[in-house]
């Protein structure tokens, strides 16, 4: 029986006056309704039939979906596997075709789609959190836009898209506020003719002391714990408990960090995630650590080795989805990891902000659930198969 999590649903909606069907899931970002700017941006699509078009974040895929159907040749990509996933659906469900890549066009994506020159007429960005994401993303249309081509960016006021249209400007060329409604912004850039792309937003190298031991990690835009090893994660990987022999899943690996020092002592250790950016700078992570003994995989929670057993799983489960707060992935990161840890001893370790409590879902699914760590900030929960 497919568990409640992992359950792909069909709505139905009318936006820009069409009726269109998508398919949605927990794990996405608003998969169960269409973003209010997935809405502006399907309402002002300025396409045109044989034109090529990049859905940037295409997210659950309603906006590329729409331009497909409106005779454009569309390309759709996201960071998250899920919304991939999601965005192949949704194009089947409505009879429309177009390519769909898991990674955002450019050197972390997890399937490349090769741009010599310039090549889309116009470039599609529902804007997710974060600045110096955002940026990348603009470079990322910068380089891929014709001389004259258009982005449309749409986004809620609350979460910075008025900055966001001031880089554009910079990034791409003039942009300007073309429609407000109910809290977003919609805008439209045109690239300038001989604009260079901005590729500055690369991956650094940075470094940590853990238990006295020096580990290397990749940063870049949209992984978590840019540039330094958070507090949260460094009390995870102080606590763990990696024995010489054990199978190691770094579940929702971000950086990989925690793969690469577990790597040091476990057999084998396997990092999962459904970013496509995570992923880069994990392989990147486990290369500066000269790490043999791990893999990256793809993964929406632990479902790429839901037949695989480990002896210990390491997790920082997310909570965020865009401005908002949800647990559906950080409880399903719990039901993962009793699924693949072996019985009569596989270990889970779990950080979590102080004011999460999963000990009820843990208690259901474990036979011993104990505080290894506390601060004022993080706890970190030590359970038994």
């Not at 260079?196 to 940590?208: I, K, L, Y």
């Not at 960090?257 to 999962?272: D, F, N, Q, S």
Request: neutral net charge; aromatic residues 6%; proline residues 3%.
């Amino acid at each position: 029986m497919t568990e409640p999590y992992y359950t792909w649903q069909t709505f139905e909606a009318t936006l820009a006056g069409e009726a269109i069907r998508w398919a949605g899931k927990p794990g996405l970002e608003t998969w169960n309704e269409i973003r209010p700017a997935a809405r502006l941006l399907a309402e002002e699509l300025p396409v045109e039939p044989g034109q090529r078009v990049l859905d940037l974040r295409c997210g659950v895929g309603v906006c590329g979906m729409l331009a497909a159907r409106r005779g454009a040749d569309v390309t759709l990509c996201d960071d998250s596997l899920v919304a991939v996933q999601a965005a192949r659906r949704t194009l089947e469900l409505n009879g429309v075709q177009g390519q769909v890549i898991h990674g955002i066009v450019g050197e972390a994506a997890e399937e490349t789609l090769a741009v010599a020159q310039p090549s889309f007429d116009v470039v599609l960005l529902d804007v997710p959190r974060g600045r110096e994401w955002v940026r990348h993303l603009l470079s990322m249309a910068a380089r891929v836009l014709k001389p004259g081509g258009r982005l449309l960016l749409a986004g809620p006021t609350r979460g910075g898209i008025k900055g966001f249209i001031e880089d554009a400007s910079v990034l791409v060329g003039p942009c300007r506020v073309t429609r407000i409604k109910a809290g977003h912004r919609l805008a439209l850039a045109k690239k300038n003719i001989g604009q260079v792309a901005d590729v500055s937003h690369d991956q650094q190298v940075c470094e940590a002391m853990v238990h006295g031991q020096l580990v290397h990690f990749a940063a870049g835009p949209g992984v978590f714990s840019r540039g330094e090893l958070d507090a949260g994660t460094r009390a995870l990987m102080e606590t763990m408990v990696v024995r010489q022999g054990d199978t190691v899943l770094d579940l929702g690996c971000g950086c990989g960090v925690v793969g690469a020092l577990a790597a040091r002592i476990a057999r084998r250790v396997v990092l999962v995630d459904h970013s496509a950016a995570a992923l880069a700078a994990s392989r990147a992570t486990l290369e500066l650590n000269d790490v043999t003994n791990a893999q990256v995989l793809a993964s929406d929670c632990a479902e790429a080795v839901r037949d695989v057993r480990f002896n210990v799983v390491a997790t920082n489960p997310p909570f965020h989805q865009g401005l908002g707060v949800e647990f559906d992935v950080a409880q399903q990161f719990v039901r993962s990891a009793a699924r693949v840890l072996v019985e009569g001893g596989g270990r889970l370790f779990l950080v979590a902000n102080r004011f999460i409590r999963y000990e009820r879902v843990m208690g259901s699914l474990f036979s011993q659930v104990t505080t290894a760590y506390e601060d004022k900030r993080f706890r970190v929960l030590d359970a038994v198969r």
